[in-house]
């Protein structure tokens, strides 16, 4: 790492850390023991401040109402991203690339806000109130690239050619392992760590596969150039490919073919330097979007107990577990739970399992009768032939489960949580020999209070998205993958790594870039397992969103004090000091909270948004009873004095212009001309 990167970094995690703690001598010791303390901040941290540090509080009076506000929606979120450029010095030159590249980047980033893919019910907005903003380091490894080389060589050699593809078939775990320990040697910095690896041209073309086994007529394997690890990295390989992924026709998320999509950037015709760089900014960006801060596809409130409740609705044959393992699923999150990967603060995750026979539940045989709805194909045999197919309305289905929810727990023997979030999953496992699909296309489908997933005794069919070539086949009966999928997004606010939200589009973007290897998402990944971009969104949601609700109340609370004709008219003076004080304080923790999420220490910035929320409280009250407190008055003015001027004035020109009118034929007398 070049020592000025080094140094600018230093710099930046220091005023991120001391920016807030200057202005209070002693308050960031005073709360980091109370963490210590009290972890779960169940206590108001305000009773125990000494009285040295109320005074520094209460010594910064706060500027006007506006500029607070505007300080509360000015809160960014700064993220580190290092990009290493693995490469020979020919394609990487360490001279002008690091400059080139962050001059792109740089030029491409602007301060952006947090989106909601499906904003709440009380808010039509897809913003929240914190915006993020990138810091990007940048540097060349050629050593690394060399190893990387080596063991790549080796591999090309030792892989035999595949009949089905041009492509070799590269275990993506060889150079993973490679790339990993240089991640273990450097992630003590805080950020993302982003390799863009072009290991020179080979003698064959090749990509990595993410499973064991070839593709088959029934079976396609997508190769990618892509890996996102469990820990906080992702590698692109350059040189590998070209790939392709997406939409087999038309649709939203094609990929463009060939050399005009930046994955391909060192395929086909010869490039510049310049151009070279501008396609990897272009794939930084977009990795940046998408894997580092991705939208939140609901907003995920804090709960202490979070409840799973697998519920199978099976047919008269009997419960298949087949592409159905329950305690496959359960462990792919408990895993993750146990090694602090999902779960933040006392947050406890539990799963329960219950099975309802379908001729038993009159509830199940009337939401799928009635949300069964149909379509027609047109397929060319020997000549075009209409064929009507069947699917299920997802969002009828959910309409009437939601409707007949208590009925269904009667029925199927579900007992009634206490508290907590309940997300029930419901699996309807019919006995139809034909396909059934949820909306055409889904196995299944999530919705904020619960995940619906449908199967029946068909076990594959073609889908509507092909992978280098290939058309991709869905394995109807496997639902592991997708329910681990839905459960992300319905409990934890986790986006499909092909969803992102644009504010300058107005509208949800679908790109299957990202979509591939380590991800539950989409049609191209066969892994259940999450990397870190699923972990971390799905404990930074439920931080977002509770920051997000600070700002928006405290907002509230300026908005109210101003409508009563300000602090210093509302609040009298015990009251005026005491908000002061707990309005510092409460900034300070936010200031503090924005901190810790920057440097991905969710624990922390929870104890500091949860005890925010007593001094928000605190605030919330003291305005309350201020304005209960105030009194209606009725001040009486006197009446205006008279304008004799003007009056004096307006009669002087009306009797002017009257007497000019009278006096017309003599002033304005026409003369003949004589002859």
């Known amino acids: 790492m070049p020592w000025t990167t080094a140094i600018s970094l230093f710099l930046l995690l220091l005023l991120l850390t001391t920016t807030n703690s200057a202005s209070v001598p002693g308050l960031d010791t005073f709360l980091t023991r109370q963490s210590q303390i009290d972890p779960h901040s169940s206590n108001d941290s305000f009773t125990s401040l000494p009285s040295s540090l109320k005074s520094s509080l209460s010594a910064a009076t706060p500027p006007p109402i506006p500029s607070l506000i505007n300080s509360l929606l000015s809160l960014s979120l700064p993220i580190s991203i290092h990009i290493r450029l693995v490469g020979p010095t020919s394609s990487f030159p360490p001279s002008t690339s690091s400059s080139l590249l962050h001059s792109y980047l740089s030029a491409a980033q602007s301060s952006s806000r947090f989106h909601v893919i499906s904003p709440s019910a009380t808010s039509s907005s897809h913003s929240l109130a914190i915006s993020h903003s990138p810091h990007f380091d940048i540097s060349v490894s050629p050593s690394l690239a060399s190893h990387l080389s080596q063991t790549l060589d080796s591999l090309l050699a030792s892989t035999p050619s595949s009949l089905r593809s041009p492509l070799l078939s590269i275990p993506y775990s060889s150079i993973d392992e490679i790339v990993k320990q240089d991640f273990e040697k450097e992630k003590h910095v805080?950020?993302?760590?982003?390799?863009?690896?072009?290991?020179?041209?080979?003698?064959?073309n090749y990509a990595y596969s993410y499973s064991p086994g070839e593709s088959s007529p029934g079976f396609t394997k997508c190769l990618g150039s892509i890996w996102t690890g469990k820990e906080r990295y992702v590698w692109i390989d350059l040189g590998a490919g070209p790939v392709d992924y997406g939409p087999a026709l038309s649709g939203d998320g094609v990929l463009p073919k060939g050399e005009f999509h930046p994955l391909a950037a060192f395929h086909g015709r010869p490039k510049s330097q310049k151009a070279l760089l501008a396609d990897l900014a272009s794939l930084v960006w977009s990795a940046y979007q998408v894997l580092v801060v991705p939208s939140l596809r609901i907003p995920v409130y804090f709960e202490n107990s979070l409840i799973v409740q697998f519920i199978h609705i099976h047919g008269s044959e009997g419960a298949d577990s087949s592409g159905l393992d329950w305690k496959s699923i359960e462990r792919t999150f408990m895993d993750e739970a146990n090694d602090n990967g999902l779960l933040v603060g006392d947050q406890s995750l539990n799963f329960r399992t219950y099975k309802v026979n379908f001729a038993d539940c009159s509830v199940c045989s009337f939401a799928i009768s009635k949300s069964i709805n149909s379509y027609t194909s047109r397929f060319l045999f020997d000549n075009y032939t209409m064929i009507v197919s069947e699917y299920l309305?997802?969002?009828?289905?959910?309409?009437?489960?939601?409707?007949?929810?208590?009925?269904?727990?009667?029925?199927?023997?579900i007992p009634e949580e206490d508290s907590g979030r309940v997300l029930p999953v419901y699996v309807f496992d019919l006995d139809s020999n034909s396909l059934l699909l949820l909306d055409r296309f889904?196995?299944?489908?999530?919705?904020?209070?619960?995940?619906?997933?449908?199967?029946?005794?068909?076990?594959?069919?073609?889908?509507?998205?092909?992978?280098?070539?290939?058309?991709?086949?869905?394995?109807?009966?496997?639902?592991?993958?997708?329910?681990?999928?839905?459960?992300?997004?319905?409990?934890?606010?986790?986006?499909?790594?092909?969803?992102?939200?644009?504010?300058?589009?107005?509208?949800?973007?679908?790109?299957?870039?990202?979509?591939?290897?380590?991800?539950?998402?989409?049609?191209?990944?066969?892994?259940?397992?999450?990397?870190?971009?699923?972990?971390?969104?799905?404990?930074?949601?439920?931080?977002?969103?509770?920051?997000?609700?600070?700002?928006?109340?405290?907002?509230?609370?300026?908005?109210?004090?101003?409508?009563?004709?300000?602090?210093?008219?509302?609040?009298?003076?015990?009251?005026?000091?005491?908000?002061?004080?707990?309005?510092?304080?409460?900034?300070?923790?936010?200031?503090?909270?924005?901190?810790?999420?920057?440097?991905?220490?969710?624990?922390?910035?929870?104890?500091?948004?949860?005890?925010?929320?007593?001094?928000?409280?605190?605030?919330?009250?003291?305005?309350?009873?201020?304005?209960?407190?105030?009194?209606?008055?009725?001040?009486?003015?006197?009446?205006?004095?008279?304008?004799?001027?003007?009056?004096?004035?307006?009669?002087?020109?009306?009797?002017?212009?009257?007497?000019?009118?009278?006096?017309?034929?003599?002033?304005?007398?026409?003369?003949?001309?004589?002859?």
């Open 442 to 675: 889904h196995q299944s489908v999530a919705f904020r209070d619960m995940v619906i997933a449908v199967r029946t005794r068909n076990s594959q069919t073609v889908s509507d998205y092909s992978c280098n070539g290939r058309h991709v086949f869905t394995h109807t009966r496997e639902l592991e993958r997708p329910l681990v999928g839905s459960i992300l997004q319905s409990m934890w606010g986790v986006s499909p790594t092909h969803l992102l939200w644009s504010s300058m589009h107005n509208n949800t973007l679908v790109d299957y870039t990202w979509s591939i290897g380590q991800t539950p998402f989409g049609p191209f990944s066969e892994i259940s397992s999450l990397s870190f971009v699923q972990k971390d969104a799905a404990r930074r949601n439920v931080l977002l969103t509770s920051l997000n609700y600070s700002i928006s109340s405290a907002v509230d609370v300026l908005e109210s004090i101003a409508a009563h004709g300000g602090e210093r008219r509302l609040l009298k003076q015990n009251r005026y000091l005491d908000f002061v004080q707990r309005w510092n304080l409460f900034k300070y923790k936010l200031d503090k909270a924005v901190t810790a999420l920057s440097h991905m220490d969710f624990e922390m910035a929870l104890y500091y948004l949860r005890s925010s929320d007593h001094d928000l409280y605190t605030m919330h009250s003291l305005v309350y009873h201020a304005t209960q407190e105030l009194e209606a008055s009725l001040v009486c003015f006197k009446d205006p004095p008279v304008p004799w001027a003007s009056i004096s004035m307006s009669a002087v020109v009306f009797l002017a212009l009257s007497y000019v009118y009278t006096k017309r034929d003599q002033l304005f007398r026409n003369k003949r001309k004589q002859f």
């Open 393 to 413: 309305d997802s969002k009828k289905l959910h309409q009437i489960m939601s409707e007949l929810a208590e009925e269904f727990r009667s029925v199927a023997g």
């Open 190 to 204: 805080n950020g993302i760590y982003i390799y863009l690896l072009n290991l020179g041209s080979k003698a064959k």
